[in-house]
């Protein structure tokens, strides 16, 4: 079976011309954990802390092999899938820890983490930890940070137009206020919502405004609910909201262009992941730093609406080195490392949404005095296997977690934003998605 | 006349001749096997095995259901309506980008045929956006030319307006409003380099003569550009635009970079990446990569014949 998996992999990177990148093929054995990770900034700090710190106490060498989200996914999915064994470590999400695992491609950590007294798993928030299981019920991913999604809003200009920001808002208030700070400042917009296309990128936060206003993609048997009403109301909601009072250049923006816009001060709300927090207070790189308000993420039928995502270690099967790459993952994912990036880098930094020992402490507090709660509320709040009204036939909250799901989410997420740039009606969008649904569907009917 | 006098002397000579153009024929091909074979076994066997593949239903996050469909995943192609579109979205960028940059190149290649002081200059400058990195090249159109809030266009509409004392003058959402004309005019503004390159070398062999004589003959300029220079340009005019319809079929990165895939500007490059990367569907992904080779196959068959018939022409 292997050999066709390589000349498949072979001969599609010779017809489409994309590489899958290699790993530190030439330093194989020895004492060095190859790494490949998503270019997240709390992956760059990692980066620069291993060498004098993990490598110096232990001698094990790490490799890293640093890509941009979408790419480093897709360079997982083939080297796992492929089990070419290229790296030790990869970082994943609780979106693939429980297909990959159910695929046997990654080593069983259930173990080593509960031998290892020092690494305090039971420290671990329950929803991540539960996140990463696989449907055995045992471990295959320790988080590095997590994060779930908040409303991001600027303190300043809302008190300059006499505006409150409740704690807890509603999708319609958000509207309401979305509206009133529209132009607040010259070039300001009302709110930033992400409209490019992707899964992870426009569905994110949409899927979210979908539970909440009682829809889903699919029923607990498999029906495909794309085209529902509570759907088509959801969509429609979100794309009217940006259209009207959203960010220019809408269709084009993802959590970067977002990220961009509210720290250069374009616009007075932006509703995202959580771990964006850090970013924005952090006056180098952010214009609005300190001016920032922090609310849950916005409801309608739920009670919250949060997403749970996190950024996780995995182990591959394939890999020859499997104790050593613990030994890293352990260290990268503990208390020490926190503390670590917290004396260093500043506590704002430290790999948060993780273990509820962070929260207790005040050096952290005092650092992320404004967001910090909001942000372990929200994390200890989300539910993936009862995200929205009605019951869900596998996990996820703003994701459905199947394979077909990426392929999906994606094609279907095209539609949406063109719906977004006006090219398209919601309506003729979700028609379309609905039978790209239906067929996913019919595969676990 | 050369043929004939090595015919004849084969002729008498007959039996050791021959060995002795046997094995000089194989003195000649043989530093070339190791190359061909090499050519063979990268490029020939993974082809081979992405037709098997195409006919297989094959998901790699799913280990353990693959099996054989036959043509499924290619009647698949001409059913899925995304993937429909990608093909025609294909033809629309590769028809337009190519006729586009030939006309433009076209005329660019004809003032560069003048001489002038600084030509050389202006020549290198003209070629510099087909150095430039394909995906370098479709971010700067993306951030630093057509973003809304700091591309370069809407800052100059900015600036115009304020001229006029207009404090909010229109800032178009380019890429949103126009996404098509977005990505082809990114493609029209690296590959116009490429065919001006191929048409300056045109005009450049063309013999002075036949141009005199039409002018001692009293034809305008129009006249002798429409019936001595355009019908000498025609096989240059061919060759660019075929070698041009084979990159351009296969260009990805602009469509990837400026709107990934979105706003109804998906290509087949785009949807074979997004079928085997997100949607982990190697043999469907096959199928589309197939249909990609063929097609360039076609182009390229037609573009050999270009080539050759010019070199004949060269030689004659």
């Known amino acids: ?81 492929n089990e070419a064994g290229q790296y030790d470590v990869i970082s994943i999400s609780n979106f693939e820890v429980p297909i990959y695992s159910k695929n046997g491609w990654l080593q069983s950590l259930s173990d080593y983490a509960s031998k290892d007294s020092k690494f305090d798993e039971d420290d671990i928030l329950e929803p991540m930890r539960e996140s990463l299981k696989g449907d055995d019920g045992k471990t295959y991913g320790v988080p590095f940070y997590g994060e779930s999604s908040m409303l991001m809003y600027r303190k300043d200009v809302f008190k300059q137009e006499g505006l409150k920001m409740p704690e807890r808002p509603t999708w319609d208030e958000v509207a309401d206020l979305a509206a009133k700070v529209d132009g607040a400042e010259p070039g300001m917009k009302g709110i930033c919502l992400r409209g490019l296309p992707g899964w992870g990128e426009v569905f994110a936060p949409l899927t979210t405004v979908v539970n909440t206003f009682g829809g889903t993609w699919f029923t607990k048997d498999w029906q495909a609910q794309v085209d529902s009403p509570e759907f088509k109301e959801a969509t429609n909601f979100y794309v009217d909201l940006v259209r009207k009072h959203g960010q220019s250049g809408a269709p084009q923006s993802g959590f970067t262009e977002c990220l961009n816009n509210m720290s250069q001060g374009k616009v007075a709300m932006w509703y995202d992941a959580t771990s964006a927090a850090g970013s924005l207070e952090n006056r180098s790189q952010s214009k609005v730093a300190g001016k920032v308000g922090y609310a849950y993420a916005p409801v309608k039928k739920t009670k919250n609406s949060g997403w749970l995502y996190t950024w996780a270690w995995g182990i591959e099967k394939a890999s020859k080195n499997p104790d050593d790459a613990w030994k890293f993952v352990a260290w ?97 969008a979700l028609r379309k998605g609905q039978e790209m649904a239906e067929k996913v569907a019919e595969k676990y009917q | 006349m050369t043929a004939v006098s090595q015919q004849a002397s084969g002729a008498l000579a007959r039996p050791s001749a021959a060995r002795v153009t046997a094995r000089k024929k194989w003195s000649l091909r043989a530093p070339l096997l190791p190359a061909l074979i090499f050519m063979v076994v990268m490029t020939q066997l993974p082809f081979v095995a992405t037709l098997v593949i195409s006919t297989l239903s094959w998901n790699s996050l799913q280990p353990g259901t693959r099996e054989f469909v036959f043509l499924e995943n290619y009647k698949t192609m001409f059913t899925d309506s995304a993937l429909r579109e990608a093909l025609f979205n294909t033809m629309i960028f590769t028809a337009a980008v190519v006729l586009i940059s030939v006309f433009l190149g076209l005329i660019i290649a004809l003032l560069l045929d003048r001489k002038f002081l600084g030509r050389g200059l202006v020549r290198t400058m003209m070629i510099a956006p087909f150095l430039v990195v394909p995906i370098a090249a479709a971010l700067v159109w993306k951030h630093a030319l057509l973003n809304p809030g700091y591309g370069l266009l809407n800052g100059v509409l900015t600036w115009i307006g304020k001229l006029f004392g207009d404090s909010t003058p229109i800032q178009p959402d380019w890429i949103s409003e126009m996404p098509k004309v977005a990505v082809i005019a990114s493609l029209v503004w690296q590959w116009t380099p490429f065919m001006m390159l191929i048409l300056l070398a045109g005009l450049q062999s063309q013999p002075s003569e036949p141009l005199e004589a039409a002018k001692v003959d009293g034809a305008s300029d129009w006249q002798s550009f429409r019936y001595v220079t355009l019908p000498h340009m025609r096989t240059y005019i061919e060759l660019a635009i075929l070698l041009g319809s084979i990159y351009i079929v296969q260009n990805f990165d602009a469509v990837f970079t400026l709107t990934s895939g979105g706003l109804g500007t998906a290509n087949l490059p785009y949807a074979v990446y997004n079928t085997f990367f997100a949607g982990h569907e190697y043999g469907q992904a096959s199928a589309a990569g197939v249909l990609v080779v063929i097609g360039s196959i076609v182009i390229g068959t037609f573009a050999l014949r270009v080539v050759s018939t010019l070199l004949r022409e060269e030689t004659r």
């Not at chain 1, 017809?15 to 190859?34: D, F, I, M």
């Not at chain 1, 993780?354 to 005092?366: C, G, V």
């Open chain 1, 1 to 81: 079976m292997r050999w066709t998996r390589l000349i498949a992999c072979a001969s599609i990177v010779a017809l489409s011309g994309c590489g899958a990148g290699g790993g530190g093929g030439g330093e194989e054995g020895g004492k060095t954990v190859r790494v490949l990770m998503v270019n997240n900034p709390q992956m760059i700090d990692l980066q620069k802390l291993t060498a004098a710190n993990f490598t110096k106490e232990t001698g094990i060498k790490v490799a890293f092999k640093v890509l941009p989200e979408n790419d480093v996914r897709d360079t997982i999915a083939q080297d796992v899938a």
């Open chain 1, 332 to 428: 990268a994912s503990s208390k020490e490392y926190q503390k670590l990036v917290g004396e260093k880098l500043g506590w704002a930094k430290a790999p948060d949404g993780t273990r509820q020992s962070l929260y207790d402490n005040p050096e952290y507090q005092k650092a992320a005095a404004s967001f910090y709660k909001i942000i372990q509320g929200s994390i200890t709040s989300a539910d993936p296997k009862n995200p929205g009204v009605q019951p869900r036939p596998t996990l996820g909250i703003q994701f459905v977690d199947i394979p077909e799901f990426t392929k999906l989410g994606t094609d279907v997420s095209q539609f949406v934003s063109s719906a977004i740039a006006g090219k398209t009606t919601v309506d003729e």
